[in-house]
């Protein structure tokens, strides 16, 4: 179920909190939504389904408006909210059923079976949510966000506050239902990592403001930009490789590690990458990586130098100056809107 | 024809009815009603099973039962069928005190409190609309504290009866009624209060605020203005409609003869109002509340 969002405008008193972004989230993909704090991502989310009233602009959920169907919208959409939680005196069985009966479906208890088992919850079913731990609980409400087969589902920041087992089944979960399922998954995240190993489309926030968006291949392709890093413990053979890698790039980034090892990051173009390691002496390295672009690197140009163009922003919402981008051309940065 | 929600949208668009789509229409119309319906019980079922397991239930119902039967030992021993009235009144004035407190300490936290805890984010996220959540709510809320009352002042009347035999029960019956009335005047209230407060401990001190207001200030101040001006029969009467235990005092003494109760009470027993239109004022301050609350919730932001 494709999802069409067009200029959507919310402000609240004097903070405007969400300034026009325009893209489309493609039926069936997994679709990231990534910003730093404040730019914008669950106001975004608390609009697609409804929670609140956009000012200006309208998103569209498989064809209907959220502003005046938000009630068939939620019928479609599983969503888990940021902050979501449930009663800790009811077991985690009694959520799902209290979910399932105001939702009607027919085939409760199967389906409710069904999403425990998917979620990993089958054996703690009944016990009282209170004593389920941070991981469960989100497995929970993930849970309930599955049990109507919802053909949108919504995950508003799903792995905060996770340890790291938590954060891999809960990826392991969202990764079986993007690649099981035609279901249209929309998350937010401020960890890039994740979002690179989970969506294959994603939009970048920042201030409101839609900064880039499109398949994340695409995203990370752009550029010819790759990272060399060199890493050594020898404090004489870093100022000696310092002075050898100054003579030869201009951009050097220099990143102290633990203070006992240091590495040394140069970021140049990919031709030149290879002339640059040709020429490091062996003795002074121990460890040398040349990196592709990824997500980070393509967030950090979006968000440092403003608005990039959207392959798939709606017709008649082009971003300025822009022309219809390919799968996998380059996006071009270009001024903010 | 295009209806829409002006808050969250969740009227659907209607198209134009003819006859040929008329009985499509009505069962659906039907469904809807029906799903409404079973959204709300859910709702209320579930709010009632938290209050079980979190033993308001319980607690509710020992204070009442405590308080009553304290105060029907003391206030009954040794009186003849007349002291069941006596008793009565001696309830209805410890029931203005402590039903009110009791009732908005019940209510205050049902929307902002399971807003703390990330459950109205869930429920909200749901296709069930907001007023119905409210409804819910409310409703679960008032059965918990309905049954409560009931059994709790029930237990003293249980007492009386054994005492008093059926001469006279039926006041107590009334009283019993219009305590469960104004208990659920005061949730209504309560749950208002928790809609519009923004934090928990905002609610606490609004319901506070409320409970003095109602059972302190209100009356004295009535009081005042009676005294110092010669107003009509029309003002006594909006005083009194103002304040839903004033309507219940003015209800339980007018069973009662205007027995056993002294300063604004005796004013209240003047102001002539039929039995039928305080009941209906105790109704109002039930319906209103929870009306307004379900309107309020629309506006709320999670």
Redesign the interface.
């Known amino acids: 179920m494709q999802i069409t969002i067009t200029d959507i405008y919310k402000r609240?008193g004097d903070v405007v909190a969400l300034d026009g972004p325009s893209f489309e989230i493609p039926s069936g993909s997994t679709f990231g939504v990534l910003g730093t704090n404040g730019a914008g991502k669950s106001t975004l989310f608390?609009l697609l389904?409804?929670?609140?009233?956009p000012d200006g602009g309208t998103i569209d959920v498989g064809g209907l408006?959220?502003?005046?169907?938000?009630?068939?919208v939620?019928?479609r959409?599983g969503?888990l909210?940021e902050?979501?939680?449930?009663?800790?005196?009811?077991t985690g069985r009694?959520v799902l059923s209290?979910?399932a009966?105001?939702?009607?479906l027919e085939n409760r208890d199967e389906r409710i079976e069904e999403v425990l088992e998917l979620v990993g919850l089958t054996d703690a079913a009944d016990r009282a949510v209170s004593g389920y731990s941070n991981g469960m609980g989100r497995r929970l409400?993930l849970a309930?966000?599955l049990l109507p087969e919802p053909p949108v589902l919504v995950l508003d920041e799903p792995t905060a506050g996770l340890d790291p087992r938590g954060v891999t089944a809960f990826h392991d979960i969202v990764t079986r239902i993007g690649n099981e399922t035609d279901t249209t998954v929309v998350l937010s995240s401020h960890v890039l990592s994740e979002v690179e190993s989970l969506c294959d489309h994603v939009a970048i926030l920042h201030d409101g403001r839609l900064h880039a968006s499109g398949s994340v291949e695409s995203l990370c392709a752009t550029g010819d930009t790759v990272t060399v890093s060199v890493a050594t413990t020898n404090p004489s053979a870093r100022a000696r490789l310092l002075e050898e890698l100054q003579l030869r790039v201009e951009e050097l980034e220099v990143v102290h590690r633990d203070g006992s090892s240091d590495r040394l990051e140069v970021r140049c173009d990919r031709s030149r990458a290879f002339d640059l390691v040709a020429h490091l002496e062996s003795d002074l390295v121990e460890h040398f990586e040349v990196r592709e672009p990824g997500l980070e690197a393509a967030f950090h140009r979006a968000v440092e130098g403003g608005s990039m163009a959207d392959e798939s922003a709606p017709d008649g919402h082009k971003l300025r100056g822009e022309t219809a981008h390919a799968e996998g051309d380059a996006i071009p940065a270009e001024v903010g809107r | 024809m295009t209806l829409?929600?002006e808050?969250?949208?969740?009227?659907?668009?209607v198209e134009p009815i003819d006859a040929a789509h008329a009985d499509e229409t009505t069962a659906a119309s039907t469904a809807t009603s029906k799903?409404v319906g079973?959204?709300v019980l859910?709702?209320a079922e579930?709010e009632y099973?938290?209050a079980i397991?979190?033993r308001w239930a319980v607690a509710l119902t020992g204070i009442f039962a405590a308080f009553a039967l304290g105060l029907t030992t003391f206030s009954g021993a040794s009186v003849s069928p007349e002291g069941f009235d006596r008793t009565v009144a001696s309830l209805a004035v410890l029931a203005v005190y402590l039903v009110p407190l009791v009732a908005l300490a019940f209510s205050y936290d049902a929307i902002v409190g399971r807003e703390e805890?990330?459950?109205l984010?869930?429920?909200?996220?749901?296709?069930?609309?907001r007023a119905w959540i409210v409804l819910g709510t409310a409703l679960g809320r008032g059965a918990i504290l309905a049954s409560a009352t009931i059994i709790g002042f029930g237990v003293a009347g249980g007492f009386l009866l054994l005492e008093f035999g059926l001469a006279g029960f039926d006041t107590y019956v009334a009283f019993l009624l219009s305590t469960v009335a104004l208990g659920l005047a005061f949730l209504a209230f309560g749950v208002l209060l928790s809609t519009l407060a923004r934090e928990k401990t905002h609610a606490l001190g609004f319901a506070l605020l409320a409970w003095a207001w109602f059972v302190l200030v209100h009356d004295l101040l009535a009081l005042g203005i009676l005294s110092a001006f010669d107003l009509p029969g029309t003002a006594l009467s909006a005083l009194l409609l103002a304040n839903p235990t004033s309507v219940f005092r003015a209800l339980v003494l007018g069973s009662l003869g205007a027995a056993g109760d002294a300063g604004f009470a005796s004013v209240l027993a003047e102001a002539g109002l039929s039995p039928g239109v305080l009941l209906g004022a105790l109704l109002a301050w039930i319906v209103v509340p929870i009306a307004l609350a379900a309107v309020a919730i629309r506006r709320r932001?999670?």
């Open positions: 609240y608390g389904v409804g929670h609140d009233r408006d959220v502003e005046e169907a938000g009630h068939r939620r019928e959409v969503f909210p902050h979501s939680g449930f009663p800790g005196s009811l009694e209290t979910h009966r105001i939702r009607g409400g309930a966000a | 829409t929600n808050y969250e949208g969740d009227l659907e668009s799903t079973r959204q859910v709702l579930s099973r938290l397991r979190s805890s990330g459950w984010q869930t429920l909200f996220s749901l296709p069930v609309s932001r999670v």
